[in-house]
Structures are given as structure tokens and as C-alpha cells.
T-cell receptor
Framework: KQEVTQIPAALSVPEGENLVLNCSFT??????LQWFRQDPGKGLTSLLL?????REQTSGRLNASLDKSSGRSTLYIAASQPGDSATYLC???????????FGSGTQLTVLP | GAVVSQHPSWVICKSGTSVKIECRSL??????MFWYRQFPKQSLMLMAT?????????EQGVEKDKFLINHASLTLSTLTVTSAHPEDSSFYIC?????????FGPGTRLTVT
């Protein structure tokens, strides 16, 4: 059974800092990995999707990498802003049922 | 991408009553719909998977008689929480899409008093 872990569970940084969020998964046979943002009491916003054949994806100040063999992904946020404060979730699609398994999330607070 | 709506966005109900949550896929044929719930400060946990026109498949530990899922059309899936109790208070989100693209509803906040 696929398990997804995110470290750290919470992170607080001053505005302007670059930061890295980590995600690991136990079954490396994935179809893709996706990073989401969730604001309090809200739904999910997709940030980046990395297909299993890709190593990284970039969007603006966000860069996500994928090392499928080691079961790891990182989300790099450059020049963080208070508006980046949210919970960041990673999720992988794996298995014959194409099941989407979520990590527990990293709650990010960017202090002005 | 496709748009998925959920209704209601939030609901408060009394213990023992039933609540129906609708998930509509506005411009995508949702052959498969996934229902998740999220307790405070926890991640999303898959409750059940439904395919249009057939019975839903429930994850271990999810009571199928309590959480009734109907997926009668390619644009509408419903989740009914029957005889709701305070421990059912949670954030419920539906999802559809293909392997390489996921579409999530905005979620429904259920509070059972």
C-alpha cells in the first residue's frame, strides 16, 4: 500500500527566504506526483504535476523535483511571500486502480 | 481544465439527520468520481470510488450504509451522510479526472451539532 510522508509538518519563515518542502513515497511505481496548495477551509489548488518520466517542473517561483527511484520529491519556493502561507500537499497516483494518495501536508507560514 | 462544483459549500445539521452533498462536473464526463474527507489538520483520506451507473467501492473502515454514494450520470455524483453524528463533521471533497489531470471540487464543510 502506497504511503506518502511530508516533512516538515509545519514551517515558519520570514518573508523573502527560499525554502524546500519534502515529500517521500514508499512505492516508486508511480504514474505521477502532484503538489497542491490548500488554504484554510478551502479546496485544493494544483501547483505542479510531474509525470513519472520527468525529473522536474517549474512554475514561476515554484520548482518541483522528482527522484522516483529513491521515492522522493521536493518543492522549492523561491523568495517566499506572506501570500504563500498555506498547507502544501503532495500526492502520488499509483497502482492498478490509479489511486491518488496524499501526504499529511506541510503547513507553511511566511512572516511579513 | 474542467470545472467541478460542490453544493453546498458548508452545512450545519443536527445529529441524527441526513445530509446530501452534490458534486457536479460541468464540462467533463466524470466516468469515475472519488470522494475524500479531511479532518482538521489532517490530510485527505479516500472514502470511496464510484463509477457511473454502478455501485461505489468503499475504502476499509468506511461504512457503505452510512455514506451513500450515487453516481447516476456522467455529470453528477452525490454523497449522502445518513444519521449524521458529530464525529462525521469534516471537509468532504470530490475528485474526478484522468491519470494525468485531476479535477477537484471546492469542498463541503459539514458540521454536525
Amino acid at each position: 500500500k502506497q504511503e506518502v510522508t511530508q516533512i516538515p509538518a509545519a514551517l515558519s519563515v520570514p518573508e523573502g527566504e527560499n525554502l524546500v518542502l519534502n515529500c517521500s513515497f514508499t512505492d516508486s511505481a508511480i504514474y505521477n506526483l502532484q503538489w497542491f496548495r490548500q488554504d484554510p477551509g478551502k479546496g485544493l489548488t494544483s501547483l505542479l504535476l510531474i509525470q513519472s518520466s520527468q525529473r522536474e517542473q517549474t512554475s514561476g517561483r515554484l520548482n518541483a523535483s522528482l527522484d522516483k527511484s529513491s521515492g522522493r520529491s521536493t518543492l522549492y519556493i523561491a523568495a517566499s511571500q506572506p501570500g504563500d502561507s498555506a498547507t502544501y500537499l503532495c500526492a502520488v497516483i499509483s497502482g492498478s486502480a490509479r489511486q491518488l494518495t496524499f501526504g499529511s501536508g506541510t503547513q507553511l507560514t511566511v512572516l511579513p | 481544465g474542467a470545472v467541478v462544483s460542490q453544493h453546498p459549500s458548508w452545512v450545519i445539521c443536527k445529529s441524527g439527520t441526513s445530509v446530501k452533498i452534490e458534486c457536479r462536473s460541468l464540462d467533463f464526463q466524470a466516468t469515475t468520481m472519488f470522494w475524500y474527507r479531511q479532518f482538521p489538520k489532517q490530510s485527505l483520506m479516500l472514502m470511496a470510488t464510484s463509477n457511473e451507473g454502478s455501485k461505489a467501492t468503499y475504502e476499509q473502515g468506511v461504512e457503505k450504509d452510512k455514506f451513500l454514494i450515487n453516481h447516476a450520470s456522467l455529470t453528477l455524483s452525490t454523497l449522502t451522510v445518513t444519521s449524521a453524528h458529530p464525529e462525521d463533521s469534516s471537509f468532504y471533497i470530490c475528485r474526478t479526472g484522468e491519470t494525468y489531470e485531476q479535477y477537484f471540487g471546492p469542498g463541503t464543510r459539514l458540521t454536525v451539532t
